[in-house]
């Protein structure tokens, strides 16, 4: 593999990171079931839409079972356009149904915020501590 597919790949998983961080905490996680509707949109696509953004070509929700509960997430699917490495973007995360859900959405959103300001933050995570 070309460092140039490396690249991508790592793209991809770090955009599939903030759905792998809400199931780190997670002792068992499944799905449980997952349905498909290209006709409904997010409110957060939708939301998007009136600044211009396009609006995703298919929409699924997935309910996962986390240790026992039951998590209901969002997957808002974009083109992502010929200047991409890859042809489609995927936006996850938890639908705003529950308290729950809302401070995952909190937390995931933080998070977030947290790699993108100071990226060098998830390197030292995995460099063992020598203090």
């Given at each position: 593999?070309?460092?140039?597919?490396?690249?991508?790949?790592?793209?991809?998983?770090?955009?599939?990171?903030?759905?792998?961080?809400?199931?780190?905490?997670?002792?068992?996680?499944?799905?449980?079931?997952?349905?498909?509707d290209a006709t409904k949109i997010s409110p957060k696509a939708r939301i998007q839409s009136f600044f211009g953004y396009k609006l995703p070509?298919?929409?699924?929700?997935?309910?996962?079972?986390?240790?026992?509960?039951p998590v209901h997430y969002v997957l808002d699917y974009y083109s992502a356009g010929p200047d991409k490495a890859f042809g489609v973007h995927i936006d996850v995360?938890?639908?705003?149904?529950?308290?729950?859900?809302?401070?995952?959405?909190?937390?995931?959103?933080?998070?977030?915020l947290k790699r993108k300001y100071n990226p060098q933050d998830q390197d030292q995570k995995s460099e063992p501590n020598h203090s």
């Open positions: 593999m070309g460092e140039g597919s490396t690249s991508r790949v790592r793209h991809i998983l770090s955009h599939s990171a903030t759905m792998t961080e809400s199931f780190r905490s997670a002792e068992s996680v499944r799905l449980i079931k997952f349905e498909g070509f298919d929409r699924h929700d997935w309910i996962v079972d986390r240790n026992g509960e995360r938890p639908a705003v149904d529950t308290i729950e859900n809302v401070i995952d959405r909190v937390k995931m959103s933080a998070l977030k």
